[in-house]
């Protein structure tokens, strides 16, 4: 069955420093979403991704944050300027009907 | 977005049938409810969708009444392996993103 996948799995880095996290959606999906979960807390929504342009995003995607699908197969969320306070966990999905979940990037800012 | 309402948690024995109600009172005429699993750490997993009536799977069960302003995930006699929170949202099938609340931890015990 094909799976969402994503890229690092951990990734460190320190206050201020631009990140860049990797999906692989699934092939024939036409819908990309991002979403996060910090620890303890609920899985919330940051952006979702239609016909190569974001279609919605939420109040925490602010300009430090960007999308991008730069081939067919990968889809980016690139994080300018890291804070504390995006440590989380990271999930890709995509979709053409229900969604599915990658397995998540845990970002740990120092 | 419909609103949804679950327990916070619910605890269970190995071999039982686990009943999770949700609530969603302003569900729309478009809506579909769909049910998530999440284990520590991991992305949240699709379990099963519905629009009205009841609909069955390999993993489980979802009854929805005909007024759809409930649901029940009917978890047939569920192992340790299924302890997880469980998502209930509401939303358009395709698309749309998805508005997570705190969901229901589920704690099945031997």
């Known amino acids: 069955e094909p799976e969402v996948t994503q890229t690092p799995s951990h990734q460190v880095t320190q206050m201020g420093q631009e990140v860049i996290l990797r999906c692989v959606p699934i092939?024939?999906?036409?819908?990309f979403y991002w979403y996060r979960q910090i620890l303890g807390q609920k899985v919330e929504f940051l952006v979702s991704?239609?016909?190569?342009?974001?279609?919605?995003k939420s109040e925490i995607f602010d300009d430090q944050f960007s999308v991008e699908r730069p081939d067919g197969s990968n889809f980016t969320l690139k994080i300018r300027s890291t804070k504390l306070e995006d440590s989380a966990m990271y999930f890709c999905?995509?979709?053409?009907?229900?969604?599915?979940f990658g397995p998540g990037t845990r970002l740990t800012v120092t | 977005l419909a609103k949804t309402t679950q327990p916070i948690s619910m605890d269970s024995y190995e071999g039982q049938e686990v009943n999770i109600t949700c609530s969603h009172n302003n569900i729309a005429t478009n809506d579909y409810i769909t049910w998530y699993q999440q284990f520590p750490s991991q992305g949240p997993r699709f379990i099963i969708q519905?629009?009205?009536t009841k609909v069955t799977n390999e993993v489980a069960s979802l009854f929805i009444p005909a007024d759809r302003k409930s649901s029940t995930l009917s978890l047939p006699r569920v192992s340790l392996s299924d302890t997880a929170v469980y998502y209930c949202?509401?939303?358009?099938?395709?698309?749309?993103?998805?508005?997570f609340g705190q969901g229901t931890e589920l704690s099945v015990k031997p």
């Open positions: 519905g629009y009205k």
């Open positions: 092939s024939n999906h036409l819908y």
């Open positions: 999905a995509s979709g053409v009907g229900g969604t599915n």
């Open positions: 949202l509401v939303g358009v099938n395709q698309g749309g993103k998805l508005i």
């Open positions: 991704f239609y016909n190569n342009e974001i279609s919605e």
